[in-house]
């Protein structure tokens, strides 16, 4: 049976907030992902594993390290 841990982070990005403010908007045009506040300092990107996938190599081209 597959672990819901390895299911959540196919599904998720769990980011600093402040992190995504410069590039939200650009995100939430390009790819189809919700992004939420979990806290006020944190935020979750939460889409399909494809676009999941999508938005991690964007951040990694946007020099977002997301380890």
Known sequence: M???RT???STQIV????VLDSIRD???AEFVVSIH????????IIGSPVEIRAVS????RQGISLR
């Open 57 to 60: 190599d964007f951040l990694t």
């Open 15 to 18: 980011l600093p907030c402040a």
């Open 2 to 4: 597959s672990d819901p």
């Open 37 to 44: 506040a979990q806290t006020e300092e944190m935020c979750r």
């Open 26 to 28: 650009e995100i939430e």
């Open 7 to 9: 299911l959540r982070d």
